[in-house]
């Protein structure tokens, strides 16, 4: 539900948590909606909050401080308050994926668990290679390449970081809310190991899906050591 408390009005600066899977988001995410007024986070997370999420108007969206979740950046950025600060977490893709296909496949709660618990790694990378093909680049910034999606995320975020930078983003991004700064916790972290099955053919597939998404990772992670943050959005 909005929220709708008047002696705990939202914060002026709304965070758009752009959530790409396994890459440490929801430990962010606790750590700061613990810290802000119960009612003023959005969250979205399975498929039925997606749909939700997608039918929501600006004006609905435009109450909450924090939104979060396994949105795409299209579909934020058509709902988020003018002068919404996005923000966003990448992981080695390689590494992202295996901890995906871990998660999906020992985690018995999971909606897909019943697809992957008797599967191997090379099924889950031969069946699902259209859609894990370059996906952090067109989750985050709705393109298919690197070269496409640089430069949307160094125009419309406010701040990209990597997992190794995860204590400093959630500062930066604490200050930003106008909160007490905290260090997050581990959460929603994979139970165990799947069938980690490889070939030569599996590692040539993977390596090629997650080409773009290399780029996308290496150049925030060499580049920008880890976390770029818009010279506008630095000073807090």
């Known amino acids: 539900m909005p929220h709708d408390d008047p002696t705990n009005p939202p914060s002026p600066v709304q965070l758009i948590f752009v959530h790409l899977p396994k890459t440490g988001g929801f430990a962010l995410h606790a750590a700061l909606e613990r810290a802000l007024p119960a009612g003023s986070v959005l969250r979205i997370g399975d498929s039925a909050a997606q749909q939700e999420f997608a039918a929501m108007s600006p004006e609905q969206v435009a109450p909450y401080s924090m939104v979060s979740g396994h949105f795409t950046f299209e579909e934020a950025q058509a709902r988020a308050r003018p002068g919404a600060r ?5 992981r080695d893709p390689v590494a992202r994926l295996l901890s995906a296909f871990n998660y999906m496949s020992t985690w018995q709660e999971h909606p897909l668990h019943a697809s992957f618990r008797d599967r191997g790694f ?21 393109r298919d390449t690197a070269a496409e999606a640089i430069p949307i ?10 997992t190794a930078r995860l ?6 991004l604490h200050q930003w809310l106008g909160l007490a700064p905290q260090v997050p916790e581990r959460e929603n972290v994979t139970a165990g190991q799947g ?8 590692c040539e597939q993977l390596l090629e899906l997650t080409r773009e998404d290399r780029k996308l990772f290496q150049h925030i992670a060499g580049r920008h050591d880890g976390m770029f943050i818009q010279a506008a959005n630095s000073a807090v």
């Open 86 to 90: 996005f923000a966003t977490l990448l």
């Open 122 to 142: 090379a099924d889950f990378i031969a069946d699902s290679s259209q859609e894990l093909a370059a996906e952090a680049c067109r989750q985050l910034t709705g």
């Open 153 to 162: 995320l160094e125009t419309c975020y406010a701040l990209v970081g990597t």
């Open 167 to 172: 204590p400093d983003v959630s500062h930066h």
């Open 195 to 202: 069938r980690v099955s490889l070939t030569s053919e599996t």
